[in-house]
């Protein structure tokens, strides 16, 4: 069955680099694209980027400048870095796929707190 | 980019009463396929977060069909009938019209 498993370290502080692996399973992501969403505690949900089936990526103008998000088909895996990490960057951070024209799959999240 | 609007933070309702939430689109969310570019999402503390509709109206497999998606253009509205307790929870519109996709603020059903 689909499964998406998101990964990372749960404390960054604040200047330097995130990097996040979502895991995949259940279908191929050379066939769908995966997204990625966070949400601030108490708050609403932001969409980050998505990387499609083809390898190509779109993201959140507002974040465009700091956010990175890459694949590895044979593992079944995609990264996302954001550099210059804040404050206001603590969230939950959640992938999902892309299906059609909606998300049918989100995992469960990884939070993420930016503090020194 | 498009702006999304559930007007009601909260909305506070009664087991087996009908619930109606709305998203408000800054633009049209039709695109020239016919379809509306509209979904719906529901949280839930400790669940993965689980799509309800699609292109405005359409059912995802599974969801029960006392969820009714229904709008058009920039006026879209979710509708739970005879509410159970496994729906209150935080209710999320998304548009995937154009990047960046964006979600409404969404709205919270509380037990009253």
């Known amino acids: 069955q689909v499964q998406l498993k998101e990964s990372g370290p749960g404390l960054v502080k604040p200047s330097l680099t995130l990097s996040l692996t979502c895991t995949v399973s259940g279908f191929s992501l050379s066939s769908y694209g995966v997204i990625w969403v966070r949400q601030p505690p108490g708050k609403g949900l932001e969409w980050m980027g998505v990387?499609?089936?083809?390898?190509?990526?779109n993201y959140n103008s507002a974040l465009k400048s700091r956010l990175s998000i890459s694949r590895d088909t044979s593992k079944s895996q995609v990264f996302l870095k954001m550099n210059n990490l804040q404050t206001e960057d603590t969230a939950m951070y959640f992938c999902a796929r892309s299906y059609s024209s909606y998300m049918d799959y989100w995992g469960q999240g990884v939070m993420v707190t930016v503090s020194s | 980019q498009i702006m999304l609007t559930q007007q009601a933070e909260s909305l506070w309702i009664s087991p087996g009463e009908r619930v109606s939430i709305t998203c408000r689109a800054s633009?049209?969310?039709?695109?020239?396929?016919?379809?509306?570019?509209l979904s719906w999402y529901q949280q839930r503390p400790g669940q993965t977060t689980k799509a309800l509709i699609y292109?405005?109206?359409v059912r995802t497999d599974g969801v029960p069909t006392r969820f009714i998606g229904s709008g058009s253009g920039t006026e879209f509205t979710l509708s739970i009938e005879h509410v159970q307790p496994e729906d209150f929870a935080i209710y999320y519109c998304l548009q995937t019209l154009k990047s960046p996709y964006t979600f409404g603020a969404g709205t919270k059903l509380e037990l009253k």
């Open positions: 990387i499609w089936g083809n390898g190509n990526t």
């Open positions: 633009q049209s969310l039709l695109y020239t396929d016919g379809k509306h570019y």
């Open positions: 292109h405005a109206s």
